[in-house]
Nanobody, 131 residues
Framework: EVQLVESGGGLVQAGGSLRLSCATS????????IGWFRQAPGKEREGISC????????YYSDSVKGRFTISRDNAKNMVYLQMNSLKSEDSAQYYC????????????????????????WGQGTQVTVSP
């Protein structure tokens, strides 16, 4: 079965850290870029990070740059999002997603990671940051 499964969410105090994991299965892992998105209640989904299939390119939104780090382990078919210095505004449902037929993350001319380019999505994991 082709799928992505996120884990690692939870409740953390502001300033703390969490590491999210995205397990991929059912497809050739090296042929996809993997992105992380998040969506808070009442807000649009936001693309926050992405890693290319050859691990020579990453993307971070301005909102997480310097605090979050994306990485991948091709041998384990896993992608991770290390989140440090968490803020209350980081509270959201977090999703990983796969962009097919590309070796690099697609970024819009405005410099954003757009969900329209991603075809396969996980079910999400909740991150709650208390003040």
């Amino acid at each position: 079965e082709v799928q992505l499964v996120e884990s690692g969410g939870g409740l953390v105090q502001a300033g703390g850290s969490l590491r999210l994991s995205c397990a991929t299965s059912g497809f050739t892992f090296d042929d996809y870029a993997i992105g992380w998105f998040r969506q808070a209640p009442g807000k649009e989904r936001e693309g926050i990070s992405c890693i290319s299939s050859r691990d020579d390119g990453t993307y971070y939104s301005d909102s997480v740059k310097g605090r979050f780090t994306i990485s991948r382990d091709n041998a384990k078919n896993m992608v991770y999002l290390q989140m440090n210095s968490l803020k209350s505004e980081d509270s959201a449902q977090y999703y990983c997603a796969a962009e097919f037929f590309t070796v690099r993350c697609t970024v819009t001319p405005a410099g954003n990671l757009h969900d329209i380019y991603f075809q396969l999505w996980g079910q999400g994991t909740q991150v709650t940051v208390s003040p």
